[in-house]
């Protein structure tokens, strides 16, 4: 950090002096014009290069067994253009990822294919996407596929589970992109007030994104648990307890959820509140399951812990609330 006193003129106007090396740097000079923009928390950006068209970035990488996650790493780190480059041929295999990575990203298309070079771009204008948005659309899907998945369940519908599945994909796709958003948010003082969110608060917009991420992940275990039990019959009294847990951990992260959006400290701890409840719920199923067949009871218990993990990640949710600033 560089302190700098603020000077005053005899006419009453302020001024600081610029750094030395940093004005060497960017090649400034006596009449050089600079933009300057007050953020949100009343920070003053200088920007030297604020009439500079900012060049693409592009990654180059190439074939490997991890091909297709590279693709989503330097897509999660803001690339403008992803080149896959092989020495001699790309192989239908490596070809047959990078289409499967790229319809896993929002906006990343093929623009440009021959035998040794695949060209991906990102063709999204981050402007256009607030984080606030992206994440309300997330929970949206997340929160509909964890009341499908237990009504497939109880109702032994292999189709929903299978449409559960399905839809977590699409859970995937924005929680990729509101990383993607997030970090050049964070890169881009510009962006964050067009888009009224400060900085310091993508943290926990990136964190609670993981953690309804999560919540999709174990419904969507629930849904392959269903297909798997084939239509089993379930006990009256353990279809009625799980019914009452899922109730539970589905009402709480609809409360932490929007104790996030509305910074109400009070919402938050409603869900903090149902802790013990949902742990009696919880050993009720438990101790019930010993008088079924233990093939069933295994993948009536691994459901039963998949929603007790939601209610847990709906409390590290609400964990993130804190009151909004007057």
């Given at each position: 950090?560089?302190?700098?006193?603020?000077?005053?003129?005899?006419?009453?106007?302020?001024?600081?002096?610029?750094?030395?090396?940093?004005?060497?740097?960017?090649?400034?000079?006596?009449?050089?014009?600079?933009?300057?923009?007050?953020?949100?928390?009343?920070?003053?950006?200088?920007?030297?290069?604020?009439?500079?068209?900012?060049?693409?970035?592009?990654?180059?990488?190439?074939?490997?067994?991890?091909?297709?996650?590279?693709?989503?790493?330097?897509?999660?780190?803001?690339?403008?253009?992803?080149?896959?480059?092989?020495?001699?041929?790309?192989?239908?295999?490596?070809?047959?990822?990078?289409?499967?990575?790229?319809?896993?990203?929002?906006?990343?298309?093929?623009?440009?294919?021959?035998?040794?070079?695949?060209?991906?771009?990102?063709?999204?204008?981050?402007?256009?996407?607030?984080?606030?948005?992206?994440?309300?659309?997330e929970y949206s899907?997340?929160?509909?596929?964890?009341?499908?998945?237990?009504?497939?369940?109880?109702?032994?519908?292999?189709?929903?589970?299978?449409?559960?599945?399905?839809?977590?994909?699409?859970?995937?796709?924005?929680?990729?992109?509101?990383?993607?958003?997030?970090?050049?948010?964070?890169?881009?003082?510009?962006?964050?007030?067009?888009?009224?969110?400060?900085?310091?608060?993508?943290?926990?917009?990136?964190?609670?994104?993981?953690?309804?991420?999560?919540?999709?992940?174990?419904?969507?275990?629930?849904?392959?648990?269903?297909?798997?039990?084939?239509?089993?019959?379930?006990?009256?009294?353990?279809?009625?307890?799980?019914?009452?847990?899922?109730?539970?951990?589905?009402?709480?992260?609809?409360?932490?959820?929007?104790?996030?959006?509305?910074?109400?400290v009070s919402i938050?701890?409603?869900?903090?509140?149902?802790?013990?409840?949902?742990?009696?719920?919880?050993?009720?199923?438990?101790?019930?399951?010993?008088?079924?067949?233990?093939?069933?009871?295994?993948?009536?218990?691994?459901?039963?812990?998949?929603?007790?993990?939601?209610?847990?990640?709906?409390?590290?949710?609400?964990?993130?609330?804190?009151?909004?600033?007057?």
């Amino acid at each position: 950090m560089d302190l700098r006193k603020i000077q005053k003129t005899s006419s009453g106007t302020f001024f600081v002096c610029l750094p030395k090396a940093w004005a060497e740097k960017n090649v400034l000079d006596r009449g050089t014009h600079v933009s300057i923009t007050e953020t949100a928390d009343g920070t003053l950006v200088i920007n030297p290069k604020y009439d500079v068209e900012r060049n693409p970035q592009v990654a180059v990488i190439t074939p490997s067994p991890l091909l297709d996650r590279l693709i989503i790493e330097k897509y999660l780190l803001g690339y403008d253009i992803i080149q896959v480059e092989a020495k001699d041929r790309i192989s239908p295999l490596d070809r047959e990822r990078v289409k499967h990575a790229s319809t896993q990203l929002v906006g990343l298309e093929i623009v440009e294919e021959n035998h040794s070079k695949i060209v991906m771009q990102c063709l999204l204008e981050p402007s256009t996407f607030p984080p606030q948005k992206i994440l309300r659309r997330e929970y949206s899907i997340v929160s509909g596929v964890h009341r499908d998945a237990v009504t497939a369940l109880l109702e032994g519908d292999q189709e929903l589970a299978k449409n559960v599945v399905a839809r977590d994909n699409e859970v995937n796709r924005l929680y990729f992109l509101l990383v993607r958003i997030l970090r050049t948010v964070i890169q881009n003082p510009g962006l964050s007030e067009k888009l009224g969110i400060l900085p310091i608060d993508c943290l926990d917009y990136r964190l609670a994104a993981s953690l309804v991420e999560s919540i999709g992940d174990y419904a969507a275990s629930i849904g392959e648990i269903v297909i798997d039990l084939a239509g089993a019959k379930i006990p009256n009294n353990l279809s009625d307890l799980i019914l009452q847990l899922h109730k539970t951990a589905y009402e709480a992260h609809e409360n932490a959820i929007s104790a996030v959006f509305y910074h109400d400290v009070s919402i938050a701890e409603s869900v903090r509140a149902e802790r013990e409840k949902v742990d009696a719920v919880f050993h009720e199923i438990e101790t019930s399951i010993l008088d079924i067949p233990a093939e069933i009871g295994q993948h009536l218990l691994a459901i039963a812990s998949s929603i007790n993990r939601i209610y847990d990640n709906s409390l590290d949710i609400a964990d993130l609330v804190m009151p909004k600033l007057p």
